[in-house]
């Protein structure tokens, strides 16, 4: 049973960081493409950032050269490291698993790409 358990949300202040974990069993974070999402009040759910099974990362613009995703093999782990928050960050914040066949990376940024989720991390940004 494949199992996503995310952790690291919080309560930070505009141009602060916060860094998330995803931490994964019953499934290979190494080998197989993962992301991020994240859904505000009263809106769909957002695609924030993927990293592919060759470890090829992609960044919604809204984050880029703010917000860092990454593999960590030994822990089995997914992360992401936010720097610069700003109040438009705040949301709650998802990790999802992909189809263990490798699903090309034009396509990692559509949610039907990942069967598997976790339960979800709220990151609220203050101003």
């Known amino acids: 049973q494949v199992q996503l358990v995310e952790s690291g949300g919080g309560s930070v202040q505009a141009g602060g960081s916060l860094s998330l974990s995803c931490a994964v069993s019953?499934?290979?974070?190494?080998?197989?493409?993962m992301a991020w999402f994240r859904q505000a009040p009263g809106t769909d759910r957002d695609w924030v950032a993927n990293?592919?099974?060759?470890?090829?990362?992609t960044y919604a613009d809204t984050v880029k050269g703010r917000f860092t995703i990454s593999k960590d093999n030994a822990y089995n782990t997914l992360n992401l490291h936010m720097d610069s928050l700003k109040p438009g960050d705040t949301a709650m914040y998802y990790c999802?698993?992909?189809?263990?066949?490798?699903?090309?990376?034009?396509?990692?940024?559509?949610?039907?790409?990942?069967?598997?989720w976790g339960q979800g991390t709220q990151v609220t940004v203050s101003s």
């Open positions: 999802a698993a992909a189809y263990t066949f490798c699903p090309r990376r034009a396509v990692l940024m559509q949610e039907e790409m990942y069967p598997y």
């Open positions: 019953g499934y290979t974070v190494s080998t197989n493409a």
């Open positions: 990293i592919d099974c060759d470890g090829i990362t």
